[in-house]
């Protein structure tokens, strides 16, 4: 079962490109990237529901990342993100643990809904947002 996911970075850094994370290590490319203009940043994007049994789901392709128990996005920023010339070289971890069952049976209910969490765009630095999003908690199912 393919899920749609979309991920909302609330008006981060203006000048500042942004990417969802395709591959890991140093072998990774940086799909939809966007420069920032102070705006709400959007990235939509699908992964793929590997059972749909065991106690929690475990989600597969080219832009999961970490160990089944973990998986995460990358959100690639700056330098991380192909940019030339800026002082910023992030990633943002977004965690998708919190994602239940539930919410994926509503998903595949609907074949309009997506699975979408926002995340500030700006760290506590005063920097693009950066490291793990805590816990991942934010996600719910958009109709």
Do not use: H
Request: hydrophobic letters at 35%; one cysteine or more; aromatic letters at 8%.
């Amino acid at each position: 079962m393919e899920v749609k996911f979309q991920i909302r970075l609330e008006k981060p850094n203006a000048g500042v490109d942004f990417g969802i994370q395709q591959g890991s290590g140093s072998n990774y490319v940086t799909l939809q990237k966007q420069r920032s203009t102070g705006e709400d940043l959007v990235f939509d994007f699908l992964l793929t529901l590997k059972s749909q049994t065991g106690e929690f789901p475990i989600f597969i392709g080219a832009m999961a990342q970490g160990s089944p128990q973990e998986r995460f996005v990358y959100i690639d920023i700056g330098t991380a993100a192909g940019q030339m010339g800026t002082v910023w070289s992030r990633r943002l971890k977004v965690p998708l643990k919190s994602i239940t069952w539930e919410m994926l049976r509503q998903v595949q209910t609907d074949t309009t809904a997506v699975l979408e969490i926002t995340v500030p765009g700006i760290g506590k630095d005063g920097g693009p947002t950066c490291g793990s999003v805590k816990g991942g908690e934010g996600w719910k199912v958009k109709a």
